[in-house]
């Protein structure tokens, strides 16, 4: 066997060794969400890349080196402009990044996205409840956005500052209240959960707004262990009930400053609003306990979607969450809601 040929053979070997050992390192922080496995793996990826690179230059030179790495580039590119033409997005292609919509999809799923070229043909196409809103109510939200942010917990009689959504709410010392979490992140952020009761609001406080939130008791699974889960099941709008409806599209939708999360957020449509021909989406994860807008972020103008998820891959997602240091440990994926 000839010089180069034992060459050839160890460096297969190596890579075949170093691609393994990444796939293992992905795979094992997808289940224990480790941040050295996640390290571990990106170090992988650096390794790998200075591994065949440095292979490269020794076969074929740096001239051809680049030229390889061009042309890799090159076809990737053009993959993309393919998807984007074909499927009709700007982001054909995204990975989800959280727990919010557990079970249905998991952290690191590649998604696949197709645009929305007509949102009233497809919010009629998909059976999306559509409520038509007067400009001037929809005006009057955006005036007193802060009193539409509502959502219900159940909280302990004794000491209404003790609330959460998930629990044992059996027996009589609990209760389920209306808070106004724009209220709880202001005492979240002074470290101040013992004045969470001043953010308690009457039932009837929410008769005045567009959005009436509706809930329900069902039940959650976390750390193994079922509890009751206190959720929004349905939302009244003008007089029209919407309940949540598993079967609707999950669209990803970008955020904007005055939102209170930020990023790409991937979430199932629940109902949309109408203002004069102009469309304003209302999404909720399905492991979330209420509504997007019920937290804090604002109904998304019919601009901000990025596309409507139409194919998922498991697990390959979580490498581009490695290499953007997406590597912490994510709420709510220790928790699965029930209905």
């Known amino acids: 066997m000839s010089i180069l040929k034992k ?7 190596v890579s075949w060794l170093l691609y393994a050992l990444l796939v293992v390192s992905v795979v094992a922080y997808a289940f224990t969400s480790s941040v050295l496995i996640g390290i571990g793996a990106f170090a992988l990826v650096v390794i790998i890349l200075m591994y065949e690179f440095r292979q490269s230059v020794k076969e074929e030179g740096a001239k051809g080196t680049v030229v390889d790495v061009a042309k890799a580039l090159a076809v990737v590119a053009v993959i993309w402009l393919v998807l984007i033409v074909v499927l009709g997005t700007t982001q054909p292609v995204n990975v989800v990044a959280s727990c919010s919509m557990l079970p249905v999809l998991n952290r690191g799923d590649l998604v696949f996205l197709h645009g929305i070229n007509n949102m009233s043909s497809f919010l009629q196409s998909k059976h999306i409840p559509v409520i038509n809103v007067s400009q001037t109510q929809f005006n009057s939200m955006e005036a007193n956005i802060n ?3 509502l959502a219900y917990f159940a909280y302990a009689k004794a000491n209404p500052s003790d609330i959460g959504y998930i629990g044992n ?5 609990y209760g389920i209240g209306l808070y106004n979490t724009h209220c709880i992140d202001y005492y979240s952020s002074l470290s ?9 609001v009457p039932a009837g406080y929410q008769n005045r707004n567009l959005i009436r939130y509706n809930y329900s008791i069902g039940k959650a699974v976390i750390n193994g262990i079922t509890e009751q889960a206190v ?3 349905s939302i009244t709008i003008a007089n029209h009930t919407v309940i949540e409806n598993y079967s609707n599209p ?6 904007t400053p005055s939102d209170y999360f930020s ?5 199932r449509i629940v109902a949309a609003l109408n203002v004069n021909g102009s ?5 909720k994860g399905d492991n979330n306990p209420g509504l997007d807008m019920e937290f804090g972020n604002y109904p998304i103008n019919q601009s901000s979607v990025i596309g409507y998820n139409i194919a998922t891959i498991p697990l390959i997602g979580y490498l581009k969450l490695i290499l953007s240091g997406q590597l912490g440990a994510v709420a709510g994926c220790n928790q699965t809601m029930l209905r």
Not at 192 to 200: I, K, L, M, V, W
Not at 263 to 267: A, Q, S, V, W, Y
Not at 279 to 283: M, V
């Open 279 to 283: 469309y304003y989406i209302l999404t």
């Open 7 to 13: 060459e050839k053979t160890k460096h297969d070997y």
């Open 263 to 267: 990023g790409d957020i991937i979430h």
């Open 169 to 173: 709410f059996s027996n009589s010392t």
């Open 250 to 255: 999950i669209i990803i939708y970008q955020t």
């Open 147 to 149: 009193s539409e942010f």
């Open 231 to 233: 959720y929004t099941s």
């Open 192 to 200: 101040e959960p013992t004045e969470y009761a001043r953010c308690a």
